[in-house]
């Protein structure tokens, strides 16, 4: 009862501060829709979605948010966490989200004592990083799987006629997501001014994967150096397809320990739900004293320990 009521003035809170935002500002909200509105009825306005070529620098909509991030290492170190990792989400949305699941799980474990409010507070606070670094994996893994096919569609095109830009742009087309986008990146960088070092780094920093890595240095230093590019880049074609089969052996003879850390996490957590189910008196020491709150603590973080040690055990870097 206690954790509802708590829930309910959260949300409560989180709505009068969305209503109190609406109504110190709503003179600009309604300029605004009053020139949406205008623009969309303006016939000589072309029909499709509004298009700037300038970059959106904003870390949150929300106004007292922007001022608290904007400028800070951390706003720029987070905005690259989350370029990495495909996401659309802008950096306040990314800080509001772990904020309101931290709060979440602090309200989950206040039940617990102090103690686990702290706790699970601190996890909630950490899961929405933690999926970031997932997506990220993801995507870096993706783009490693298509940048060999990449290579080929590359040389092909240059020994077609095609210039450097041209064949990358032409990649960008005909890729797809998450590598084609970065391509076509790259084109249009390069296009707007941008020096071609400066715009092949920039692919190298947005992706942070060693294959890209490679084939920018190799890009980088033939244009220093000259010699045959189709070659060079056949090689290293070569070469990371070699790498994609090691890394599936690598992940067959590493799948004992990775599927032992999720079913070595989930036991204890099924057969304490289990408990709980056919004889509840058995745990309910756990949730009444003070001992048991702090084995539940004790529990939670040791199981969390055991997991990401035996993740990180089926890790090899290659």
Known sequence: MTLLILLVVFGGTMLLVVATYQYLNRQRLVTRELVHQRLAHDSSVTAGPALSILKE????????LNRMLEG???TTWLAIQLDRAGSKQSVGAFV???????VVGWLVGHRAGVLGAVAFGAIGALAPYVNLKRLQRKRMRALENQLPEAIDMLVNAMKAGYSLQAAMKFIGEEMSDPLGPEFTRFYDEQRLG???RLALNNLAARSDTLDLKMFV???LIQRESGGNLAEVMTNLSTLMRER???RGEIDTLTAEPRMSAVVLTMLPIALFALINIMNRNYVQPLYDTATGHMLL???TVSVMIGYFVLRRMGNVDI
């Open 57 to 64: 620098e904003r870390a949150s909509s929300f106004e007292f």
């Open 72 to 74: 800070r290492s951390f």
């Open 96 to 102: 509001l989200m772990t904020a309101l699941v931290a």
């Open 194 to 196: 941008v020096d071609v």
């Open 217 to 219: 240095t190799a890009l």
């Open 244 to 246: 994609v089969a090691l």
């Open 297 to 299: 603590i004790y529990g």
